[in-house]
Structure formats: structure tokens, C-alpha cells
């Protein structure tokens, strides 16, 4: 069965995965606060509407009105996107409501057909895959899971839900792109069993070199292509993200 690539969308770094993403795979964004990570998932939305391709994300952490002016500031026209029907945004607001007997997970959605419920991981799925399909949707972006991870109590039970919501959203060869924020607390522990139930890991990093510091992305796994392995120079312009694949990162 040939390989069927998608474009990120992010000059440079189709090049460092040798052509693009697979179709239908999960690829996890992880990184410090303010590495770039939803910017990314953004260039691979807008390049699915550039080639008329549906796609939806799902935040759980900003509401709509923020995304869409941010998303304006780089230059995508992200309201002829949304009236197009080739752009869903689905912005929720995640709250903890004590109940008897212990607590439940609400979440309250900015789309109008949509109110608050308690929220599953497995009812979650389910919202957002209806969704898809209505549109559609060849790409799905999930901006955050760090909400995912705290909704059941072991590590085995988060993996399992997680991995199940993750390929509840890759049916149908729809490809898949989350985020995940890593701590940046010297001698922060983190989180890092994202990385082992997806398909492909890009890790942002900055690191300090020369008197400033530099943005770099690791291609650090992508099940099934060859890619670059060495750390990768990049940076955030006023029209996003470019990637620098040939560059040397100073010492």
C-alpha cells in the first residue's frame, strides 16, 4: 500500500519529514509554554483549507475570540475559513463541579449547538468525530490534552482512554494533531506517556546559545518515515512558523 503524505503546512518541515505526514497518523506537538505549539497546529489546519480540506479544532483552554484574533494577527483569514465550513472551531471552557460523593467534569462549549454536559473522555470523542464527519474533516487538531490526562486515576486507565480517543478521531484516514505542554521547572518531572500512544512526537524546545536564545523543534519519532533526527532551527515570524532544516544550531 503506497504512502499517502500530508503537508504540515510549515515551510521546512515537510523537508525534515521527508515529504510530509502520513495520512491518517496522530503526531503529538510537545513543548515549553510559548514554543510555538499551536501555531503549528495552525499552519496545518489553514494548509488543509488552502487545499480544500475540512478541518476541526478542539481547545479546551482558550476561548474563540482569542484564537481568532491570534490567528489573524499571522495573517489566516480564519472567518472566510469558518463561513466556508472548511474550519470548525470548537472552544470549550473545562470546570471541576463538586457533587455528592465526590466531583464531575463540565465543560462548556462556545458553539451554539452545544451546551454544557459532563464530560467523557469517550463523550468527547464522540462530539467531536460527529462533528467531522458532518463537515468532513480530513484534519483534526486537539489544543491541549492536558485536561485528558487528568480525568482518570492511573496512568493504565489515562493511557487507555487516551489511546482510544486518539484513534477514535484518526478513523477513516482523518490525520490527527494534539498538543501537549511540557513543564519547564528546573527539575520538573513530566509527563511524558503522550509520547508512547501516538504515532509521530515534534518536540519545540528554546535553548540559549550566543547570547540568545534559539527555537528548535525534534522530529523525535514518526512510526513508518524516514525523517531528520538531529535538533532543528526554526522561528516564529509575523506570518508564523519557517523551519530550517539545513541550518547548523551554534554551539
Not at 484564537?67 to 469558518?82: E, P, Q
Request: aromatic content about 6%; some cysteine.
Amino acid at each position: 500500500m503506497s504512502l499517502v503524505r500530508v503537508s504540515t503546512g510549515v515551510p521546512g518541515l515537510d523537508e525534515a519529514l521527508g515529504g510530509g505526514l502520513e495520512m491518517g497518523r496522530s503526531v503529538l506537538v510537545a513543548g515549553g509554554p510559548g514554543t510555538g505549539k499551536s501555531i503549528l497546529t495552525w499552519h496545518f489546519l489553514f494548509e488543509g483549507v488552502r487545499e480544500g480540506e475540512a478541518g476541526v479544532l478542539l481547545s479546551l483552554d482558550q476561548d474563540e475570540d482569542m484564537i481568532r484574533r491570534d490567528m489573524t494577527r499571522l495573517g489566516m483569514s480564519v472567518d472566510s475559513a469558518v463561513e466556508s465550513g472548511l474550519l470548525t472551531l470548537l472552544c470549550g471552557d473545562l470546570r471541576v463541579v463538586p457533587r455528592e460523593g465526590g466531583y464531575e467534569y463540565l465543560i462548556a462549549f462556545d458553539h451554539p449547538l452545544m451546551q454544557e454536559q459532563p464530560l467523557t473522555i469517550p463523550r468527547l470523542a464522540d462530539l467531536v468525530t460527529r462533528r467531522a464527519k458532518e463537515v468532513n474533516a480530513r484534519r483534526i487538531v486537539v489544543d491541549g490534552i492536558g485536561p485528558l490526562l487528568e480525568l482518570a486515576g492511573s496512568s493504565f486507565e489515562i493511557r487507555q482512554l487516551v489511546y482510544s480517543f486518539i484513534r477514535s478521531l484518526a478513523s477513516c484516514g482523518t490525520t490527527v494533531m494534539l498538543t501537549h505542554e511540557l513543564r519547564t521547572i528546573p527539575g520538573a518531572v513530566n509527563d511524558e506517556m503522550p509520547f508512547f500512544i501516538v504515532d509521530g512526537v515534534i518536540r519545540l524546545d528554546m535553548v540559549y546559545r550566543t547570547g540568545d536564545y534559539i527555537r528548535t523543534l525534534r522530529i523525535v519519532k514518526m512510526r513508518g518515515i524516514e525523517h531528520v533526527m538531529r535538533p532543528i532551527m526554526f522561528k516564529v515570524t509575523s506570518e508564523g512558523i519557517i523551519v530550517f532544516p539545513d541550518t547548523k544550531i551554534p554551539d
